[in-house]
């Protein structure tokens, strides 16, 4: 056997880190100790992650810091332990991100948690031993490069695990409330997943002396920075949104040059004869360099588009047949690594090939790239290909087929370094529609308030059980303080409510709770019974919000579904576009014209309205079941506005809508748009919309003399009530002289 006396924290006196002695101490004549060579080259040079940590404590103790065993030399780099007397304190956590430390804790107190329930029933392992080992990627800083690196941590224990001899009244006292016999295997999982409040307290308890127990802990990770590079990068480029924006781009090339340790990047993309080069791609201004594609012939990158494969150029200067690649080569290139990407057809040198562009990646070094890098680049290229094809087909999901092709043509002229042309329908007839959710700004102003009062409450039973045992003016204080705040709370919220009282409780009572929970065991217990009830995801209470939450989004998808039902024949009249917003209930907002479907007439238009009508009609029905379900006072009222002249729409780039309207008398519409749900009866003076009824809005006799028809036909249907209401809608900011008609739509 050989005796492995090595740690951090307990070394034989004069002997060096990540040396094993190969003499014997003085006086000591038996068989000198052999030296280990291959010790040393996991101490000093592995890139593995490896410490052992001793996190035996005693019952009633004073938390202290674990001592480190063993830790080889890229542990240390990676988390500040020192060589000499290392251990395992809150400077290692420190390092890390808050979701990091918590996540780590969490793995920790899963080994604890299986030697607690081994202790307690007389049961091993049950606690998987998936979750005991579940690994954990945490970012830390290397402290010799300091660089960023993704290490992926595992927790390990000997066969037996660590070993719980005695705990106190407190944890017994919470492992009966959680488990008054032994849970099976199951059981353990779904709370280790869900976390009932009962195992939140028994977790908040399952510390440092509250029991006694002895083992170690095996802390091993591998370097994984590649790996979540690139992944990170693919999650990138296959988003939803296009690629092609500032943003995400700078993203995905910072990304990109660090899988890579490239200098610089470029993209080069070709059109008919002509082919471009971009550089500089993190300035606001990229360079430019056209070339002929003819003049390309015997280069990489046509060799890269041919062979439909990365290539990799080790050194430029051995290498370097055509102006383009001089040039590069004058700029101080030496190595490339060329990565093709393939969706449509152009014509490149003499044939045509599949090719959006290609990406490639610079450095001044000459066999800066190896094989390895190739591999990597290889698997990016679907999702480079993908990013493009996102950008050029799906960004625009709401778009008919029949005007996809506009939107596929704009983006394929972008990623080809083209410049853009406006994306324009001209002469296109607005429909809009908008079914409100009425009462929901009450109702979650009731519901802040409901959450803040617990939240208060809570707080409050905190101080003064701090107030129990320790004798100062100031808690008394606070505690006044706080019974203040809930007296102003039950009176009602206002505007700022949810956001300043929250930052007071955090900045005047919370940055307390570890002074108060140290004086006072009453205290510490109050304060896990408020951190129990914090939503992690808000870091509040959130328990009527998140009810209220629920409800609108199932009354928003309730609408939404409805909607797009009655899309399908509305689609099947005429091609046109559709955006539809959900918020507090949904609006729709469609444009339908010979701009976008060449056969468009009348016949069509007048059908489209109609059908409409019968779908704002349809959602109405839906919604008089609401307080049924949801046991809310929340209704939706719904509106649809008549314009009978065309607009022009037009694609704008910098807004955030697809479509904007463009010329004077177009705004007028998306003015009365933005104001029209909110508008009064100018006679009354009360909503034109109401709960259960459909209201019509419309300018001009000959378009109230179109509706009124469509009204008929809907009472003739069933759908509404014969009897209708009509009146003028009180002026508007700029807008006068609309109208409104109101009918009751008849329950289901």
Known sequence: MVDLDYTVGNRRPGSQGGDTPDQNPPGDRSTPHPALPWLDLIQHYSRLVMAVVDVATELGAAPQPHPVLFANRYFCRLTGIEAEGGHLDLSFFDRLSLTHQKALRERFRRHFLSALLHYAYGQANLVSQRLLHEPLVVTLNDSETGQQRQIELRLRTAKEGLRIAAISPELQTCLSDCWAEAPSR???AIQLLSKEP????????LKPGNYTVSGCILIEGIDVTERETSKALIELLVGHESVLGTQRFDQANVLMKQLFGAADSFLLSAENSQAQLFTQLDQPEWQTASYRVEDLQGSAFLRATDRREVVNVPDLSLDCPTPCEVDMLNRGVRSLLLIPLVMRTARLGDGNVQMVGLVGLSSPTPYAFDQADCSRATTLMPALTAAMRHSVQDRFTNIHPSVRWRFEQEAERLSLGLPPAPIVFEGVYPLYGISDIRGSSDERNRAIQKDLLTQFRLALAVVEAAGHSVS??????????LADHIVTLEAGVTVDSEVTLLRYLQREVEVHFAYFAQHSPEAEAAIAQYRATIDPNHDCVYTARAVYDTTIGHINGLLRDTWNHWQQSM?????HYCDLEATDGIDHMIYAGQAIDSTFTEFQLKSLRYEQLRAVCDCAR??????AIYDTDMTVTHLVLVQGYTVD??????TERLFDVRGTRDTRYEIVKKRIDKACDAETGDRITQPGRLTVV????????????????????????DEIEQGTVEPLQGVNGLKFARVRVRPE
């Open 186 to 188: 199951e059981q353990v």
């Open 198 to 205: 009962t195992f939140r307290h028994l977790l908040a308890a």
């Open 472 to 481: 100062n003016a100031l808690v008394g204080q606070l505690a006044l303080d």
């Open 571 to 575: 689609q099947a009249i005429t091609a």
């Open 622 to 627: 839906k919604g008089f079941a609401l307080k």
């Open 649 to 654: 729409i037009v694609h704008d780039e910098t």
């Open 698 to 721: 419309y300018s001009t006799s000959e378009e109230w003399q179109e509706y009124e028809r469509y009204l008929r036909y809907l009472h003739r249907e069933g759908l509404i009530e």
